[in-house]
């Protein structure tokens, strides 16, 4: 399985991107996917997960900002982030588990990106 990620950039603080996770090498849609981030120097941080049928949830610090969504004939995971705020900046990394449920896998997927830096100012 490979997990690509795009979109990240620059942006003032109240601006939006939307970040792309390009998949594939897989047969079935993964059980779960999800958003991650990390500043140098600190805990990685897992921002969103969506499950195959579709079930999403949300850390406290982006729920109402993020929205994570996913296209599986494209194989495409997107994360719409709106109203960034200057401690939103961070390396984002998408993950993937073909077989567990997101409440399962907690952060040990098995599959990550290369990431994407995103930067708010």
């Known amino acids: 399985v490979q997990l690509v990620e795009s979109g990240g950039g620059s942006v003032q603080t109240g601006g939006s991107l939307r970040l792309s996770c390009a998949a594939s090498g897989y047969t079935n849609d993964p059980r779960c996917m999800g958003w991650f981030r990390q500043v140098p120097g600190q805990d990685r941080e897992g921002l969103a997960f969506?499950?195959?049928?579709?079930?999403?949830t949300y850390a406290d610090s982006v729920e109402g900002r993020f929205t994570i969504s996913k296209d599986n004939a494209a194989n495409l995971l997107y994360l719409q982030m709106n109203n960034l705020r200057p401690e939103d900046t961070a390396m984002y990394y998408c993950?993937?588990?073909?077989?567990?449920?997101?409440?399962?896998?907690?952060?040990?997927?098995?599959?990550w990106g290369q990431g994407t830096q995103v930067t708010v100012s």
């Open positions: 969506i499950e195959r049928d579709g079930l999403t």
């Open positions: 993950a993937a588990d073909p077989l567990l449920r997101c409440k399962v896998v907690g952060e040990k997927f098995p599959y």
